[in-house]
């Protein structure tokens, strides 16, 4: 502010001593005393002049930078949640695929359906997809994904139907270790893994065997992968070892399933 007075005053004092200089009443003496007093105002006003002219380029130069460098910022955000958009496309793409081609594999009729909800409660294991009676859904079909068996329907709405994980204390899935047909009942277990239950101490069951559906409970399919055997008690006394199953289904990241509407249906087998 100090610089702008200072080069304004000098603007006035030039022009004061000019129209002094000037006038038809001036000897050529003080003509040039005048000029001798006037040509160092003149020099410092011309240098002023330019400086401001230089900071007031450099003001809009910034200003058109700045504006250039947000559409940048902009053009690139949005060429960001494109290229997303287009990622999140392609994995979903790639799931569906599975999906089709297990589709194709089984014999029973299926509809998909997609996971809208789940229960944040630490004490269920439940989700909601998004088909219910207007689409066939009816209580206690099976729910499957091409990694195995994901649950059972439990409750369902006109467009909604809740789902029975069977990580789930409440689920109970009759199953065969796939090797031996060693036959047990698989419940669900508070740690995200399941518990094959009543398997005789006298059967053959290793860590890293396949457990299917043994189709006898009526409800879900036979052949079908519930998990693999990744732990064994066997205690001094007993007829039953204990066999922990844990699910090949990352159940946390569920977002399309298949609903079985041809299979058996009956109410959910649960052990009072």
């Known amino acids: 502010m100090v610089l702008i007075v200072g080069a304004v005053a000098l603007i006035v004092v030039n022009i004061i001593i000019l129209s002094v200089n000037s006038s038809r009443y001036s000897s050529y003496g003080s003509g040039r005393t005048a000029i001798f007093f006037i040509a160092p105002f003149q020099a410092t006003v011309t240098k002023s002049v330019q400086f401001f002219k230089n900071i007031w380029g450099h003001y809009f130069f910034l200003v058109s930078v700045a504006k250039e460098n947000d559409n940048l910022k902009k053009a690139i955000n949005q060429a960001t949640d494109k290229n997303n958009k287009y990622r999140e496309i392609e994995i979903s793409?790639?799931?569906?695929?599975?999906?089709?081609?297990?589709?194709?594999?089984?014999?029973?009729?299926?509809?998909?359906?997609?996971?809208?909800?789940?229960?944040?409660?630490?004490?269920?294991?439940?989700?909601?997809?998004?088909?219910?009676?207007?689409?066939?859904?009816?209580?206690?079909?099976p729910v499957v994904v091409p990694e195995g068996i994901a649950g059972q329907i439990i409750?369902?709405?006109?467009?909604?139907?809740?789902?029975?994980?069977?990580?789930?204390?409440?689920?109970?899935?009759?199953?065969?270790?796939?090797?031996?047909?060693?036959?047990?009942?698989?419940?669900?277990?508070?740690?995200?893994?399941?518990?094959?239950?009543?398997?005789?101490?006298?059967?053959?069951?290793?860590?890293?065997?396949?457990?299917?559906?043994?189709?006898?409970?009526?409800?879900?399919?036979?052949?079908?992968?519930?998990?693999?055997?990744?732990?064994?008690?066997?205690?001094?006394s007993g007829i039953f070892q204990e066999v922990t199953v844990t699910p090949y289904i990352d159940f946390g990241k569920l977002e399309e399933v298949l609903v079985v509407l041809d299979s058996p249906k009956h109410d959910f087998v649960s052990e009072q």
């Open 155 to 236: 409750d369902i709405s006109y467009n909604y139907s809740k789902v029975l994980l069977i990580i789930d204390r409440n689920s109970a899935v009759d199953a065969l270790v796939q090797r031996t047909r060693a036959r047990g009942l698989i419940k669900g277990q508070s740690d995200g893994r399941c518990l094959s239950k009543y398997v005789l101490r006298k059967h053959d069951v290793k860590v890293g065997d396949t457990v299917v559906s043994s189709g006898l409970d009526g409800v879900f399919p036979k052949g079908l992968r519930v998990g693999y055997v990744s732990e064994i008690v066997k205690r001094n």
């Open 93 to 141: 793409n790639f799931r569906l695929r599975n999906l089709l081609n297990f589709r194709k594999t089984m014999t029973n009729q299926v509809l998909v359906a997609e996971v809208i909800g789940q229960d944040p409660s630490p004490w269920f294991k439940t989700i909601i997809i998004d088909k219910g009676k207007s689409d066939g859904v009816e209580k206690g079909l």
